[in-house]
């Protein structure tokens, strides 16, 4: 099968690539390179069957070819991007998103769209299901990412219905493992490389957060599922296992060394509260669930930062 897949230099693009052609199928990766990182097209460039075109979605895709599927995962998604490219995110979730559906509706191209559970804002439903329609600020300083993916799915289900236009959508939680960039901002990135620095790791407020943490692998293999799936509807993708941001910067500390101290900070915001996804429809309709819990998959991942960040 010939497959197109945009962010393939980012953290879950790379490893849905990598995944995609070690299943024998023939990848085109798109990306900007505005927060993929060049190691990763470099090491799916090394691979056959894999090639790279250098674009920003939110421009026109001159490509003809048809795909079986269009796996679309370009979008900066960490919070720290929701300042300085806040305008980029709203380009790429409008602009970009049409561009991907006209390219799908020319080759006759079935398109599976990342969202992601920022659609529930700061939830008052929890865990949350995909018919809870969220909670969030229009206006606010996570609006360009949050609004921007509720249009994007606004913009394919009324396109992929108009145009008659194959689409599947997954919201997905958050995702951590290897190969996620060490300055990314995030949660995870942030405590291993505090932890291996034995310098604080800087907790947000106090920590009552939480989140559901989902190994990529497993986040890959419900992508791909759900990607050759009937099911129209969004599908929520994550690792139900729920863990404050607390308790979680104390797991860090002791798979970094355990010299580390917990420093508060000030927490951003609208910072969401609770996430944790009901996945009882990828369960029922796509067969899947996650397989690594967090005791294996934070392994493989201190481990990697180790060696490679
Ligand atoms: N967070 C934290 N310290 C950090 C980075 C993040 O306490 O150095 C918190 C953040 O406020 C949020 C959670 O960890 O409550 C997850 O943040 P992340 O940026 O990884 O992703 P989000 O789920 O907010 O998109």
Same mark, same amino acid.
């Given at each position: ?53 250098? +674009? ?68 008052r439903e929890h865990p ?69 620095a034995g310098k604080p790791?800087?907790? +947000? ?105």
């Open positions: 099968m010939q497959l197109l897949v945009t962010g393939c230099a980012g953290f879950i693009g790379y490893h849905l690539c990598e995944r995609l052609l070690d299943d024998g199928h023939e990848v085109v990766g798109v990306d900007d390179l505005s927060t993929g990182q060049l190691t990763n097209v470099n090491d799916l460039k090394a691979r056959p069957r894999f090639r790279f075109v250098e +674009h920003d979605i939110a421009e026109p895709l001159s490509i003809e070819e048809p795909f079986e599927i269009a796996y679309n995962l370009a979008c900066p998604a960490s919070p720290i991007d929701f300042g300085p490219r806040r305008l980029n995110i709203l380009a790429v979730c409008s602009r970009g998103v049409w561009n991907m559906l006209d390219l799908c509706r020319r080759t006759g191209t079935r398109l599976l769209h990342t969202s992601t559970s920022e659609v529930y804002g700061n939830p949350q299901r995909e018919s809870y329609w969220g909670h969030v600020n229009p206006i606010g300083p996570r609006s360009c990412y949050d609004e921007g993916k509720r249009f994007a799915e606004a913009l394919i289900t009324n396109y992929a219905n108009y145009h008659q236009v194959e689409a599947r959508v997954a919201r997905i939680f958050n995702t951590y493992g290897p190969r996620m960039r060490a300055d990314d901002g995030r949660v995870l990135p942030n405590f291993i490389t505090q932890g291996f790791l800087t907790v +947000h407020g106090d920590g009552s957060q939480t989140r559901s943490f989902c190994y990529v692998t497993d986040m890959v293999d419900g992508i791909i599922r759900l990607a050759n799936s009937d099911v129209t509807e969004p599908v929520n993708l994550g690792n139900p296992a729920e863990i404050s941001i607390l308790e979680f910067a104390r797991e860090i500390v002791r798979l970094t060394g355990g010299k580390s101290e917990i420093a508060h900070v000030e927490r951003p915001k609208d910072d969401p509260e609770l996430r944790r996804p009901d996945i009882t429809r990828a369960r029922q309709h796509l067969g899947w669930e996650p397989k690594i819990d967090r005791a294996q998959g934070l392994a493989r991942t201190v481990q990697w930062f180790e060696q490679y960040a």
